[in-house]
């Protein structure tokens, strides 16, 4: 897979949209309760339901589970065309003329354009990782400085 710069794009804006739908369940739901250790057990599932929905997208889990969903099968018809039989044409005489001149044949790799595949993106998904890796480490040092 080659990662474009539109493939990060689309898997952030699907990540942030995810993320935010989670996030204003676990606020309606924390409203509603009075008790600050159940506010808190909603906010730490919504925060668990998060990790979970970006590993599960990360890993591909999407493309799986799409496949498990009964979809409508289309209708299959058949059509037939019925072609003209060919028309059959004299040669015009200057192309028969330049067939027998002779020619030059360059080899076939000449003949071919060349076509170079785009260069895949992975600037964005290495600053996602330095990121997490940046707030993960700042939280294990503040719990290990507040344990301490």
Do not use: H
């Not at 589970?65 to 004299?90: G, H, K, Q």
């Amino acid at each position: 897979m080659n990662p474009s710069l539109s493939f990060w794009s689309s898997l952030t804006g699907l990540l942030a949209t995810e993320a935010t739908l989670v996030a204003a369940i676990a606020w309606l739901a924390a409203r509603w309760l009075r008790s600050p250790q159940m506010q808190r057990a909603v906010w730490q599932a919504a925060l668990l339901g998060i990790a979970l929905l970006w590993v599960a997208e990360l890993a591909g889990a999407r493309g799986q589970m799409a496949r498990w969903l009964p979809t409508e099968r289309p209708r299959r018809t058949l059509s037939v065309r019925v072609l003209d039989a060919p028309r059959i044409e004299p040669v015009p005489e200057t192309i028969t003329k330049s067939l027998t001149e002779p020619f030059l044949v360059g080899p076939a790799e000449a003949l071919l354009p060349t076509v170079t595949p785009p260069r895949p993106v992975w600037w964005p998904g290495w600053l996602w990782l330095a990121g997490l890796t940046l707030l993960t480490g700042r939280l294990a040092l503040s719990r290990a400085w507040l344990m301490g």
